[in-house]
T-cell receptor, first 112, second 115 residues
Framework: AQSVTQLGSHVSVSEGALVLLRCNYSSSVPPYLFWYVQYPNQGLQLLLKYTTGATLVKGINGFEAEFKKSETSFHLTKPSAHMSDAAEYFCAVSHSNYQLIWGAGTKLIIKP | GAVVSQHPSRVICKSGTSVKIECRSLDFQATTMFWYRQFPKQSLMLMATSNEGSKATYEQGVEKDKFLINHASLTLSTLTVTSAHPEDSSFYIC???????????FGQGTRLTVV
């Protein structure tokens, strides 16, 4: 069965520091990969997605993620954290049936 | 980007009553809509998949008689929580899909509290 693992339910970084949110998946075939963000009291918003082509994907708000097939990973990064980045981030995968399989989410905490 | 509107955003109801949640795709036709439930400190759990004009497909463990889904048109799907109980209190989110492997667009979610 397919699964998505997000390492760390909470990640805390200082403002201006590097953000790294980890996502690993299990799949027998290359999936489509997504990162979504959920700000407090809001719905989900797509940050970025990988379907085919370049493995380094740039998204909104300065985030990017790299698909590494050999490591079955799709980690999300941002060079410099901002207070407004505090939110919950979800990694998800899908295949041809376009149903999303979700990770458990990682709450990003930004320290002043 | 495409907009999905979910209503209401918050609802409090008494135990035993029914609550209807609407999910509308405002500027596109959604071939498929999904309903998710999010428990505190947990990820989204897919409850059911609905296609316009056909019966919804429920995930294992989801009671179809309790969570009634109607997908009457290409822009509207509704989830009715029947005879709600406190354990049904949760955050419900819908999403709409324009086709295979395209981006799914999410509603704002509905916080249901059953008292």
């Amino acid at each position: 069965a397919q699964s998505v693992t997000q390492l760390g339910s909470h990640v805390s970084v200082s403002e201006g520091a590097l953000v790294l949110l980890r996502c690993n998946y299990s799949s027998s075939v290359p999936p489509y990969l997504f990162w979504y963000v959920q700000y407090p009291n809001q719905g989900l918003q797509l940050l970025l997605k990988y379907t085919t082509g370049a493995t380094l994907v740039k998204g909104i708000n300065g985030f990017e993620a790299e698909f590494k097939k050999s490591e079955t990973s799709f980690h999300l990064t941002k060079p410099s954290a901002h207070m407004s980045d505090a939110a919950e981030y979800f990694c998800a995968v899908s295949h041809s049936n376009y149903q999303l399989i979700w990770g458990a989410g990682t709450k990003l905490i930004i320290k002043p | 980007g495409a907009v999905v509107s979910q209503h209401p955003s918050r609802v409090i109801c008494k135990s035993g009553t029914s609550v209807k949640i609407e999910c509308r795709s405002l500027d596109f036709q959604a071939t498929t809509m999904f309903w998710y439930r999010q428990f505190p400190k947990q990820s989204l759990m897919l409850m059911a998949t609905s296609n316009e004009g056909s019966k919804a497909t429920y995930e294992q463990g989801v009671e179809k008689d309790k969570f009634l889904i109607n997908h009457a048109s290409l822009t509207l799907s509704t989830l009715t929580v029947t005879s709600a109980h406190p354990e049904d209190s949760s955050f419900y989110i819908c999403s709409a899909d324009r086709g295979m492997n395209t981006e799914a667009f999410f509603g704002q979610g509905t916080r249901l509290t059953v008292v």
